[in-house]
């Protein structure tokens, strides 16, 4: 098992893209003379995002489709 979802397991074979994406939040402070200092406010979520194969031959496809989307509501 990869990772769970809820009670809905992946396996390494059924993903087919992953990405990751991190950021951050900075305030700006205007200043008299100069160019604005910047400060640091932290980091925001990482968001993930996967695609998935579903086949017929790995698993039941529909009810995993179902448990997909009642997981999403």
């Known amino acids: ?9 992946f396996e390494p ?3 087919t893209d992953f ?4 950021s951050a939040d900075f305030a700006e402070h205007a200043v008299l003379k100069g160019k604005p ?3 640091a406010m ?6 993930l995002s996967f695609a998935i194969r579903l ?3 790995i698993g039941g496809v ?3 489709y179902q448990s997909l989307l009642s ?3």
């Open 42 to 47: 932290g980091e925001k979520l990482t968001d």
């Open 1 to 9: 098992m990869y990772f769970m979802l809820g009670n809905i397991a």
């Open 55 to 57: 086949h017929h031959k």
């Open 19 to 22: 990405n990751e994406s991190h």
């Open 62 to 64: 529909e009810s995993r």
């Open 37 to 39: 200092k910047l400060q």
């Open 13 to 15: 074979v059924n993903l």
């Open 71 to 73: 997981a999403k509501a």
